[in-house]
Each structure stands twice: as C-alpha cells, then as structure tokens.
C-alpha cells in the first residue's frame, strides 16, 4: 500500500486528542492558534495605550494626594503670626460685667464712667507681625500701642500707665499680659471680641467692624 505521507513532507497537524508524533495529547492542552504575520503589532500598541493612560492617571492620582494633603495641613495647623485677619476698624458695641473688672484693677471712679457704654472706636492696622493698635474715645483722645509679635515693647493700659510687655499670638489670639491683668484680642464672625481678666473677674468687650 503506497504510503499517505512521504518521508519528505511533515505529517499536517492533528486536529484529534493525537499529537503530530502519534501520542495522545494532554486534556485542556489543545495546540495554540498561529498568529499571522504582523498580527501582533496591534496587540503591542493596545498595550502601550493602555500603559501610557495607567501611568497618566495614577500621576494625576498622585497630584491630587498632593493637594489633599497639603490642604489639610493648612487646615489644621494654628493661625500662623502673619495672619492679617485683625485689620480694620470696630466700632463698640457691647460689653460684658465692666464695673466688677474695673474694680478690680482699681480704676478711678471718673474713668469709671467715662469709660461705662463708650463708642470706643479700635483701629487695627497690621503689616505680618507689627501692629499699631489704636483706641478713639468720644471727644478727641485716644491711647495707641504698638508693638510687634514675639518682641518686647511699650504698652499702655486703660488706666494710661505705661509698662513693657512681649505679646503673643496664641491660636488665633493677640495675647498680652498688662500689670494687673491678662488681655487677649481675636476676631470672631467678623467682629474683634476682647476678653481681659483679673483677679477671677472677667470683662468682654464686642465690637462691630466698621471698615
């Protein structure tokens, strides 16, 4: 019987469970399909499209990590020294057991009520850590402290005697330790609110911004 397959030409490949060498082939381990030529080249761009858009998308993640980060460090770190929040002009507008604080620092009686439900007008003006920080009374006078953040200087109380203090900024607040008593200043929904403290009685000021 002539032979099917000559000794010159390889026998086609088997399309049964029977390999080319005429042993049975492995379940599952079907002979894998013959690309055409060039037929890869495609496969090779799709896969560089798809590795240049990962490689965008996780630096536009890493940027925006970034951002977030450095938004909530400026969120929660405290008001910094060059806050300019102070600036402006306030015009009085209520306050808070006056007559035992002004007791308790001895004032004198005529400052006493020249001082009881006074327009004070407060002018802040602030260039970072230096502020000029002045006190207008009905009728012309007026007291004017300035001092820079950190340092010390010359201050004045609301009785008019000078001293030296170093003021501070303290979480958002101008802190200032006067001779008889402790003043602190911040600016809350607009409004500058002072709070000053003596011997266990405390006195608030309120006033409106005017400019």
């Known amino acids: ?55 965008r998308w996780i630096q536009h993640m890493i940027c925006g990590l970034k951002e977030i980060r450095f938004a909530a460090i400026l969120l929660h770190q405290p008001h910094h020294q060059g806050n300019m929040a102070f600036a402006g002009k306030y015009e009085f507008e209520g306050d808070e057991n006056y007559d035992d604080f002004v007791k308790k620092i001895g ?3 005529d400052k006493i009520e020249m001082g009881r439900n006074c327009k004070i007008v407060t002018e802040v003006v602030q260039n970072g850590n230096d502020f000029t920080w002045t006190q207008h009374f009905p009728g012309g006078r007026t007291t004017t402290n300035t001092f820079t953040i950190g340092k010390e200087a010359d201050m004045e109380t609301m009785g008019g005697k000078r001293f030296k203090a ?14 008889n008593y402790r003043h602190t200043a911040e600016i809350c929904g607009g409004k500058l609110v002072e709070i000053s403290t003596a011997s266990g009685a405390v006195y608030k000021r309120t006033s409106k911004r005017i400019a």
Do not use: W, Y
């Not at 019987?1 to 492995?26: C, E, K, T, V, Y």
């Not at 894998?32 to 560089?48: I, K, T």
């Not at 003021?167 to 001779?179: L, S, T």
């Open 166 to 179: 170093t003021v501070k900024m303290e979480d958002g607040k101008i802190v200032a330790e006067f001779p």
């Open 1 to 55: 019987m002539a032979a099917i397959f000559s000794a010159a030409s390889p026998p086609p490949p088997s399309s049964s469970g029977i390999d080319n060498h005429g042993l049975p082939r492995p379940p599952g381990r079907e002979s894998p399909p013959r690309l055409a030529s060039g037929s890869l080249l495609p496969c090779l761009q799709l896969c560089q499209s798809v590795s240049q858009r990962n490689s």
């Open 107 to 109: 004032l004198p009686s």
